[in-house]
């Protein structure tokens, strides 16, 4: 059993566990997000230009069970939608990196590691 305890403790303790974890918790956060714009500000503005249409009420009945493919309908508009704005988001995202990325070099800052610092200092020294 210790054997155990040990070897679950070093999985559950490694880099990539603990990163998923996190990515898992933040990537939940912004699924709320997203959630609230599409269904607070997106769908009220498309329901606007589409005049109010809704899907959800849509329904076929066989014999005495109602099959509501409506909401089944509603689902995959909700979906396309969330998919539209993450995609639009992350669009966003990586070219505002491409362009820091294509700073000229004179406007990045580079650090000189310790290691060239300690040479520098040991070259100062010696031409003194």
């Given at each position: 059993m210790k054997g155990f305890v040990t070897e679950f403790k070093a999985f559950a303790m490694k880099g990539n566990v603990m990163d998923l974890a996190v990515a898992v918790v933040i990537g939940a956060a912004f699924g709320?997000?997203?959630?609230?714009?599409?269904?607070n500000i997106i769908t009220p503005i498309i329901g606007l230009i589409m005049g109010g249409i809704d899907f959800s009420d849509l329904a076929y009945t066989i014999g005495k069970e109602k099959v509501t493919y409506g909401v089944f309908v509603q689902s995959v508009i909700d979906f396309t939608i969330v998919a539209l704005v993450i995609f639009l988001v992350v669009k966003g995202i990586n070219s505002f990196?491409?362009?820091?990325?294509?700073?000229?070099?004179a406007e990045k800052i580079v650090v000189p590691s310790e290691e060239v610092k300690l040479l520098r200092e040991i070259r100062d020294t010696l031409q003194k």
């Open positions: 709320k997000i997203v959630s609230s714009l599409v269904t990196k491409k362009k820091e990325e294509a700073k000229p070099e």
